[in-house]
């Protein structure tokens, strides 16, 4: 007999050592998330996919999956938090859509129009961020980044290399890379790494390769980011 | 430097755990990290530049650029403010003649704030070079200004200035039972370990530190843990603003502390023990380590101790500024020489802590009332207090009172018999357990110091009716947002967004719904934060919200929409551009309706 949790009252199967996470999208259920990937160590740190867990918030990307746990995930109250969430992301940073490249493969746009976020609600930050197009192929806009750490769990997990930290504390919090010069061209990191492929929204680009998608045939301009994730994480988790 | 940092490193033979004592050492030489220190220390250490560059920019006490010779830092805690911070700070930047947050031209002397220093009792406080300045007058400052300006060393100081007082008011079981160092092993080898273990059970003794986690189920735990090393941290990094109780028990009473770390190693088999010291206590440093010493002469520490075959050392690692690592998971990774990030739990600390070793993590007054049961037995402890809170508590009691000071208080004594003890009139209100605790107001004084009812680390502020509630809760929501440490998004954004919403109400630019845009902001830091930092960094408003909703109401403008800016204040760099400062010059904010 196969150990089971419940999520919004439906009986999921899970394995020892797997996370609530990893057992709903299994089971084909999505919990809205940014700063997790399949494969690698969870973070926990973006706080869209905390659930309750018999009455009790808890990440679902770092949580461990117990007998007799019932979860509560598409709820009303959590979907408003998750959204006011994903607000702040947005303020904290400068985050203009239209004139972004990423516009329609970007994972926080979609889990904004997911949550069906209309504003920005809170007032905007409007911090001060550089650009660091230093690199032949790859191009570093701080103002996008969200501090998910997928560029630097992807470099250090998966490249083998140690490209990318976070660093400050607070809301001055940011990213920085790995070089005397503190610029990404004099890096060990190349385009076909994972971490360059990574990001989640438009912080991390590829250059020389923008708009050869247009606009209006992107990954979410036809799909929700739930089955989107779903179909990609459930293969990527069966590898 | 070169040299300096070879050997500093090689002689010490520091490991990638010891990055925060490297970078220390280097702050003090230099007063800041120069980028080639940054490249040596990564190679001689093995570890990322990015994870030396991260560690610098986390923590408060180390920097990129050039501080003064003379590093002056004045405590900006609410304590401090009520004790004259503002007027010091105004004196010292005419005196010394540097800007608050600047260095001097010169680059002999910088000035900044700091979170609170731990001198609650005897401020306005502060730190010069690390080392605590109590009770700052203008003669002091005279004096301290005319050393610097002399370019004198620290140690030729004269050390009235650095004399911090105990100030002990009300003793009870603990402080009235001091232990012969070794009394307490001696009794629980003789007694057995598993009975002294027992002795704890039945003592009810929960952690001081606040959460009141009861002690002898986490050494249990921490015991039954399969490992071939577990791990004893003591935590020392009190930065609760107004909480000076640690600082008083490792000043006067740290062999009983080290006793019951060491007590705590024998009974759950641990053989590396830590003393997490903040850093503004750099002041005990050379004491504690002296004491250690002493320990080590009459074998209750180091190899073979009291002739038994347990082996055991306490080694103290010093902070370097930040609030977070009060956070016992945030603790061991500031240890481990990183970031102070909490970590994701569980694994808790009991079973995967310092470096993944099954570790127990207790305040310093825990450790303390551990080794006071050794010897005297747990029903001993257990007749005091109240049924779920056994035995006393140390408050740190400090504000508006007569008797500013210490104080050991049986758990369920009343608000209201404190504050006829301690001299306080006129009471307007009472922060318990700090800005993450409760602030309660004067018609609640029937209400007891207890885990089921105000439960405290020690941190007892005491407000007067001279006072502004929206200064004291403008002044911790600050501090949250400063000492946040920015791993989740609720905590980092969201302080930094209480901030801002508070701030603007204070200030006059709020409008209606900006009180409630305010509570539901409170409410998402409050349920969503990864730690207890954001849990409870709203608790400054939420509770003053709850007992004042008038005080915000009040602070409102009759309008129905305030812009978040301040449009006349934006058109500043046109009119100097312009050159005109005329009525046509300026805007109002909305017509006033």
């Known amino acids: 007999m196969a150990k089971t949790i419940t999520i919004d009252g439906l009986s999921i199967p899970f394995e020892d050592g797997q996370t609530i996470m990893q057992a709903a999208s299994d089971a084909g259920v999505y919990i809205p998330h940014l700063c997790h990937h399949p494969e690698f160590t969870p973070h926990g740190s973006c706080k869209l996919c905390t659930v309750k867990v018999n009455g009790r918030n808890c990440s679902a990307c770092t949580f461990p999956a117990m007998e007799g746990q019932e979860v509560i995930n598409n709820a009303k109250d959590l979907n408003a938090d998750r959204q006011k969430i994903t607000q702040m992301l947005f303020v904290e940073g400068n985050h203009f859509c239209p004139s972004c490249e990423k516009t329609g493969n970007c994972q926080l746009q979609a889990v904004a129009y997911h949550l ?89 680009l590829i250059k020389h390769t923008a708009y050869q998608v247009p606009i209006g045939e992107r990954i979410y301009d036809h799909q929700q980011i739930d089955q989107v994730s779903l179909n990609s994480e459930q293969v990527d988790h069966d590898k | 430097m070169q040299k300096f940092i070879q050997d500093l490193i090689t002689i010490n033979r520091y490991q990638a755990t010891d990055l925060l004592a490297v970078l220390r050492a280097v ?130 100081w004269p050390q009235e200035l650095f004399e911090v007082k105990d100030n002990v008011l009300k003793t009870g079981i603990l402080l009235d039972h001091s232990l012969q160092p070794g009394e307490a092993l001696h009794s629980s080898f003789k007694r057995g370990l598993k009975e002294t273990l027992k002795e704890l059970d039945i003592s009810g003794l929960r952690g001081r530190g606040g959460a009141g986690f009861k002690t002898a189920t986490k050494w249990q735990f921490c015991a039954e843990e399969q490992a071939a090393e577990r791990i004893v941290v003591c935590n020392a990094d009190e930065g609760e603003p107004g909480t000076f109780k640690d600082r008083v028990l490792l000043n006067s009473h740290a062999h009983q502390v080290f006793e019951g770390m060491t007590l705590c190693a024998a009974i759950i088999g641990a053989q590396q ?55 016992e998971s945030a603790l061991i990774e500031s240890l481990e020489g990183k970031m102070g990030v909490p970590r994701n739990r569980p694994p808790y600390p009991v ?113 007067n009716n001279t006072r502004n509630i929206l200064d004291i809760v403008n002044n911790f929501t600050h501090f949250f947002a400063h000492e946040s440490c920015g791993f989740c998004t609720p905590c980092r954004v969201g302080t930094s967004l209480l901030k801002n919403q508070l701030d603007k109400i204070v200030n006059g630019h709020g409008s209606a719904g900006d009180v409630v845009a305010l509570e539901e902001l409170c409410q998402l830091v ?68």
């Open chain 1, 116 to 204: 069906n976020m209309l504003d920005d609600h809170f007032p905007l930050f409007y911090q001060h961020r550089e650009l660091d197009a230093s690199h032949t192929d790859i191009l570093i806009d701080h103002n996008r980044c969200i501090f998910c750490t997928l560029c630097v769990r992807a470099s250090h997990e998966h490249d083998g290399k140690e490209v990318f930290a976070i660093s400050g504390r607070g809301i001055n919090k940011h990213l920085i890379v790995n070089s005397e010069s503190g610029l990404l061209k004099d890096t060990n990191m190349t385009a076909s790494d994972k971490a360059a492929h990574i990001c989640p929204t438009g912080a991390i």
């Open chain 2, 27 to 156: 702050q003090t030489q230099y007063h800041y990290i120069p980028k080639a220190a940054i490249e040596q220390i990564a190679t001689l250490m093995a570890i990322p530049r990015t994870q030396v560059i991260g560690v610098i920019e986390f923590y408060s006490f180390f920097h990129l650029t050039p501080r003064g010779q003379y590093e002056l830092l004045i405590s900006d805690s609410i304590t401090d403010h009520m004790l004259g911070k503002h007027e010091m700070t105004a004196y010292i930047e005419e005196v010394l003649q540097v800007k608050l947050g600047e260095v001097r031209t010169d680059g002999l002397v910088s000035f900044d704030n700091t979170s609170c220093t731990g001198l609650c009792d005897q401020g306005p406080a502060a730190l010069i070079n690390g080392y605590a300045l109590p009770h700052l007058t203008p003669p002091k400052i005279d004096q301290i200004a005319d050393l610097i300006n002399q370019k004198r060393p620290l140690d030729e």
């Open chain 2, 273 to 327: 023990g830590f003393l997490y010291l903040r850093g503004e206590y750099l002041h005990l440093y050379d004491k504690l380590n002296a004491i250690l010493n002493e320990r080590r002469q009459l074998s209750l520490l180091g190899s073979n101790i009291i002739g038994s075959d347990f082996n055991f050392d306490i080694e103290i690692c010093l902070g370097a500024g930040a609030y977070i690592c009060g956070e």
């Open chain 2, 351 to 463: 079973t995967h802590g310092y470096l993944g070793k099954p570790t127990v993590v207790n305040n310093v007054e825990t450790y303390m009332a551990t080794a006071t049961i050794a010897v005297n037995g747990g029903e001993w402890f257990a007749a005091v207090g109240t049924e779920k809170s056994k035995g006393t508590k140390i408050l740190s009691i400090c504000g508006d009172c007569d008797k500013p000071g210490i104080y050991e208080v049986a758990f369920g004594i009343t608000i209201q018999s404190i504050v006829d003890e301690c001299g306080a009139h006129d009471v307007l209100g009472i922060q318990i357990g700090g800005p993450s605790g409760t602030f309660i107001s004067n018609t609640e004084f029937a209400r007891k110091i207890a885990f089921e009812d105000l439960a405290t680390g020690g941190s007892f502020i005491i407000f």
């Open chain 2, 526 to 593: 409050k349920t969503q934060s990864h730690c207890g930092l954001g849990q409870t960094a709203a608790n400054p408003i939420l509770t003053t919200l709850e007992r004042y909703p008038e005080l915000y109401q009040a602070q409102l403008k009759k309008i129905s929409y305030e812009p978040g800016f301040d449009l006349d204040a934006a058109l500043e760099t046109a009119r100097r551009l312009a050159n005109r400062d005329d009525a046509a010059a300026h805007l109002t904010q909305v017509e006033e309706g």
